[in-house]
């Protein structure tokens, strides 16, 4: 049993079977419909229950993408991305069947203009690839969702992580993308040039759109020097608001820290048992700064006046990786640290963000509302920019278990909402949260399906995400 | 006689008339179509001909903007909002005729929330406005176009100027807008927190959108922290490529510059002229640290020795505010000053960006093509963002001056463009670079187009901008 059990689109039986047919012929080995590959290409970390596309191609250029979605589009048939299925709404599943796109072959990086910084790469690349390649030239590539997720599966979904707060999301890291359009042919967004003001932002429009309105063949990204030094911390506080008041005014002084996360104290509880940690069992924020051992230094003393200001205990924090990476433990580990709770159970990860004057609030809501379920929930933010996500462990054969955990997302995104937040950070909307976007952006949605209908007339394009036609 | 006679469109007489009926009945004195109101409204910086509405609504609230689409939807009858009139490319005429709707008496500030970083505003407060009013809290919006614009016309033109190396361009600070669209319905197209995946970026879309999509009715801007500490200061360099080399540098570096401004030698020879100062008349750097006397004191030593390192003349700065001045009096005066070097000639302001790599070889290029032409041509630029500008001084009324400056525009933009860069940086496409675009991004044209008579079926909102239907 899965939470929302996923509405099933209908199939275009005849052309499915023509696309499968016309596909197997032009990709040979290329092309599989077998059923563990068609699992494979749905088996992802969302909680919703999946629905399996009828084949999976294993691209390797911009043209064989063309070539598909040319097959696709004359039998109006589904065409549905897949870069690591690292997603968590539900983004891959194929209600009305159809044809995923594999990208794990087009992982090539085209370009790197080191004196630019940026680079061009094919969407199958993982954020980890690109690092190792990028490391001899000194730069990085600087979002980290936490998942090793592929380029492309990031620019489409608009990704984040833990770094948003210095270096801005996917929106913010992608300078121009190649897309093929409903027709089969390529479109590009924009040059490289930094900044343009030559006509609609299409860059911004495709990135973040799921795959609905095409399908993403290369991105040119704005990479960053890498630091010479890195600084990280981590202290306690008496109190949640006592945290996030030292979070807001780290931001309002403009202090450039490169990563400010928050967890709770049931996090910090079960980061205690996982990691064998004595961490006081408070709010706490761990912290990263970039820069030289200058201007780290200076960052580093600022935020622990911050701190002392705010009742925190003392901040703990060094340049040295080692024990940065043992500072950081709790937090790295925070994920399976939760699970270990109740191995037992399933987890589902909500994403939610506000603004960060409202994240003390929503939290302790949160928190209460945790405790009169009943449920172990741990909560880890990505606190500079109000982003929380709290992951519930529940019983999903339980009936009970299940509606309760629906209710509690759907009380937690209402109250995000009321306090003009979002119903999704980063993870995006997919399958999962299309009620919650209705909910949220009423008016923005009748703009949201024109644009679809304009690009997208037969509706080709990983049907059945962000809304409902 | 002006470069590049505008096209008119058809006018749809009989609509027009029925909803100058209507206006004037609706809103009284509030509406006005002299001569002397539809001059004004046309009456910008651009060197196109004007095109006049045919009337003129002066709206006070989004309700207020919704009734004149209904009224102008109903009678498919353009309608074309106005800031302050400060566009470039003549994003203000009025092709078809139609409505211009001026947005002088909604200048208001809805809401600031300090630990936001944030602001609501209505779309005609002007930058300066808008600085003057946050001046208690702490905060600036620091977007600067040069030209004392609307928020609102920022927005709808993707505007930046000077900081954008350090602050970003309207993409980066606009948070979240309200639109009437083509129904006269409001739309919010997102809520206040920091970041969000929740469907299409409709932010991104309308920004930068001229018009053409909707009406924008308010903005919700980033703000930040006004800095403790400004530094500016400047020195030259024996040629453009060392300064260029000495931009791509400091950015590679990571300092985070506020502004970094590139003068050339006819631009400081005029500024000399004109600000009565002894400028060697060779390639300049201006720029602008802003942060705590600490850090504006580090990244000061840090640039110093990369002009250095360049071989640039002694780097002069300071802290003190009149000094300042002082220093960065001749970027002030830029504009002026060109003016100045013949003031019965009028000036054509370009406006082009290439990847930084490339900044150097392509004004370099374009200097030896402003020498052929004869033209007085000085060149300013945003050096960090790799855009610069080239004030073409030419006689008007001299059809061999016209058409000699229309080809000379034409080849810097087609020069840019091969060096994968844009043919607007900040002015926007308006009608004068409709053909540019075309050019630049011939595959994206019919995306955009799609988008278009998805939202605006009838083609109301400023026809004839960015692209031809």
Redesign the interface.
């Known amino acids: 049993m899965a939470l929302k059990d996923v509405i099933a689109g209908s199939r275009n039986e005849e052309g499915i079977a023509a696309v499968l047919g016309m596909l197997k012929q032009q990709f040979g080995d290329r092309f599989q419909k077998g059923q563990s590959f068609r699992e494979q290409h749905t088996h992802t970390t969302t909680y919703l229950t999946p629905q399996l596309p009828d084949g999976v191609v294993f691209v390797e250029s911009s043209a064989d993408v063309g070539a598909v979605v040319k097959v696709c589009a004359a039998h109006r048939v589904p065409v549905i991305p897949f870069g690591t299925g690292s997603s968590l709404e539900a983004h891959l599943n194929a209600p009305s069947g159809g044809v995923s796109i594999d990208f794990s072959r087009m992982n090539r990086v085209l370009s790197v203009?080191?004196?630019?910084?940026?680079c061009t790469v094919e969407p199958g690349i993982t954020r980890e690839e690109l690092n190792t390649y990028l490391r001899d030239t000194g730069l990085f590539f600087p979002i980290d969702p936490g998942a090793n997720a592929s380029i492309g599966g990031m620019a489409a979904?608009?990704?984040?992580g833990t770094n948003?707060v210095r270096y801005?999301?996917m929106?913010?890291n992608v300078l121009a993308l190649t897309v093929i359009?409903a027709d089969g042919?390529?479109?590009?967004?924009?040059?490289?040039?930094?900044?343009?003001?030559?006509?609609?932002?299409?860059t911004?429009?495709y990135?973040?759109?799921e795959g609905t309105?095409g399908v993403i063949t290369s991105v040119t990204l704005k990479l960053?020097?890498i630091?010479e030094k890195i600084g990280g911390g981590l202290c306690g506080f008496p109190s949640l608001k006592a945290a996030c008041d030292a979070v807001?005014m780290t931001?309002?002084?403009?202090i450039?820290v490169a990563r400010i996360e928050l967890l709770d104290e049931m996090q910090i509880r079960a980061c205690n048992l996982y990691s064998k940690l004595s961490l006081s069992e408070q709010p706490t924020l761990f912290v990263e700064f970039h820069?030289t051992d200058?201007?780290v230094a200076?960052q580093s003393a600022q935020f622990a006046e911050i701190v002392t200001e705010f009742g925190g205990d003392e901040f703990r924090w060094t340049v040295d990786a080692a024990e940065r990476a043992q500072l950081w433990k709790a937090r790295h580990n925070a994920y399976w640290a939760s699970r270990a709770l109740a191995p037992e159970l399933s987890g589902l990860s909500t994403?939610v963000?506000?603004?960060?004057?409202r994240l003390a609030e929503c939290v302790a809501e949160t928190q209460a509302d945790i405790a009169e379920t009943g449920f172990l929930a741990p909560i880890v933010g990505h606190a500079g920019?109000?982003?929380f996500h709290v992951l519930v462990l529940f019983d999903n054969k339980s009936p009970e278990d299940v509606v309760k955990a629906e209710a509690f997302t759907s009380r937690l995104t209402t109250r995000?909402?009321s306090m003009?937040?979002?119903?999704?950070?980063?993870?995006?909307?997919g399958q999962g949260?299309i009620s919650?976007?209705a909910q949220?952006?009423p008016?923005?949605?009748?703009?949201?399906r024109?644009?679809k209908?304009?690009?997208d007339p037969d509706d080709i394009f990983n049907p059945g995400k962000?809304?409902r036609l």
């Open positions: 203009n080191a004196e630019d910084l940026d979904t608009r990704a984040s948003a801005g999301t929106k913010d359009g042919e390529e479109i590009r967004t924009a040059h490289r040039a930094r900044k343009s003001a030559a006509g609609y932002d299409l911004r429009l990135v973040g759109s309105l960053q020097g630091p807001i931001i309002q002084m403009g450039p820069g200058e201007t200076l994403d963000c506000v603004p960060i004057s920019d109000g982003n995000a909402l003009d937040g979002t119903c999704t950070g980063e993870h995006g909307i949260k919650y976007l949220e952006l008016t923005a949605l009748p703009v949201m024109a644009i209908r304009g690009l962000i809304f």
